[in-house]
């Protein structure tokens, strides 16, 4: 079945410690995005990828970075220079043609805890 | 720039009774809206989602939503909650030309008694 993949489920890091989070996908999507949800704040956008070897900025993009090597993979680094990396991280892509089926697909999300 | 509001953090009600769940946007055009839930630990599902046409939509598990242009606002509603509907549920208005960069709400926890 196609869909995301996102790993690990869990992640537990010391501070000062940069972290890899894993997003997969199968299903051909063009775009791909990170997300970062705080219990009461909703879903902020990190980064964004439309295209293979390129990626822009979201909202909150400090203390980040992704890469898009790979059509399939938008892996999201959490440097030691995010000040408040604790939070659930969720990966998710979209087809970029269709004139706006608008539908994003999520992955089952990262817990980060910083210890 | 864009934003969602959904004013109200938690909702509590009875299975069975009916339920509105409400969401405004602020955007300088018609905009395509979303419902999307979570249930915890989990990812993001599209429940429905208006683009244009008919301003009320159906959506899955029994969900509709009523796009209203005058009051900016996309409430989402059920005549009859499951208990297994408890979850959080999420409003979203899409950018497009920008990347198609979603833009969310800040959530509804929605409470079912029993």
Not at chain 1, 65 to 73: G, L, P, Q
Not at chain 2, 75 to 86: E, G, Q
Request: net charge neutral; with cysteine; glycine share 10%.
């Amino acid at each position: 079945d196609g869909g995301i993949t996102q790993s690990p489920k869990y992640l537990f890091r010391k501070e000062g410690q940069n972290v890899t989070l894993s997003c997969e996908q199968n299903l051909n999507h063009d775009a791909m995005y990170w997300y970062r949800q705080d219990p009461g704040q909703g879903l902020r956008l990190i980064y964004y990828s439309q295209i293979v070897n390129d990626f822009q900025k979201g909202d909150i993009a400090e203390g980040y970075s992704v890469s898009r090597e790979k059509k399939e993979s938008f892996p999201l680094t959490v440097t030691s220079a995010q000040k408040n990396p604790t939070a659930f991280y969720l990966c998710a892509s979209i087809t970029k043609s269709g004139g706006g089926s608008g539908e994003l697909f999520f992955g089952e999300g990262s817990r980060l805890t910083v210890l | 720039a864009q934003s969602v509001t959904q004013p109200d953090i938690h909702i509590t009600v009875s299975e069975g009774a009916s339920l509105e769940l409400r969401c405004n946007y602020s955007y300088g055009a018609t905009p395509y809206l979303f419902w999307y839930v979570q249930s915890p630990g989990q990812g993001l599902q599209l429940l429905l989602k208006y683009f244009s046409g008919d301003t009320l939509v159906q959506g899955i598990k029994g969900f509709e939503a009523e796009f209203k242009r005058s009051q900016s606002s996309f409430n989402l509603r059920k005549p009859s909650v499951h208990w297994s509907d408890a979850a959080e549920y999420f409003c979203a208005v899409l950018l497009t030309g920008g990347g198609n960069k979603l833009t969310f709400g800040t959530g509804t926890q929605l409470k079912v008694e029993l």
